[in-house]
């Protein structure tokens, strides 16, 4: 066995703008559309809330995702914020993590006017699609504040953010400090 200083997968000639976007970091949502078999979700950090007398939700969506077919068809969705409990539901959601049965089996889901959302988030939103188009290589769409449900907290270890290929606690006040 050879000890590396390096990461032995890193790319040789890693891409600028894939490196810039993971150092933004953000949230972990996670967006559901439809009802019983016929829902589908997705694990989403591209997003930004535009206040205003119609308070909107923008969000950039992989074309090809099944959530965004769902959608799409419907029209509306639940986006729930996740939890630093949450994380394998994350995964699972984003595809990257193994899901027997589904991911949808992974937590009690409660169905909403907008889609499935997981019990266990308290902090979640129903969006309705207003507009979409093309930018990039992603879907933005552009979704009415219907409903929104703030809870009293994020969970035990704080809100779920993802930065750099890694999540991280957001929210948690910082032990170091006295």
Known sequence: M????????????????????????GAVTLWAAGEGALRDGLTV????????ERPSLLALLDPDADL?????????????LLAWEH????????????APGGPFRLTDFEQTDWG???????????VEV???????WSLEVT?????VVVGEDDGPGGALGHRRGR????????????
Not at 45 to 52: D, E, F
Not at 130 to 136: P, S, W, Y
């Open 167 to 178: 999540y991280l606690r957001l929210g948690v006040p910082d032990d170091t400090t006295t």
């Open 2 to 25: 050879t000890i590396h200083d390096s990461h032995p997968f890193a790319d040789p000639d890693p891409d600028p703008v894939r490196r810039l976007r993971g150092r933004l970091g």
């Open 116 to 126: 499935p959302r997981p019990v266990s988030a308290p902090t979640w939103a129903g």
């Open 68 to 80: 965004t077919g769902t959608l799409l068809d419907t029209g509306r969705a639940a986006v729930s």
């Open 45 to 52: 950090t591209s997003l930004m809330l535009a206040h205003g």
């Open 130 to 136: 207003e507009d979409q188009r093309q930018v990039g």
């Open 143 to 147: 979704c009415r504040l219907a409903h």
């Open 87 to 98: 994380r394998y539901l994350a995964d699972a959601f984003a595809g990257t993590a193994p």
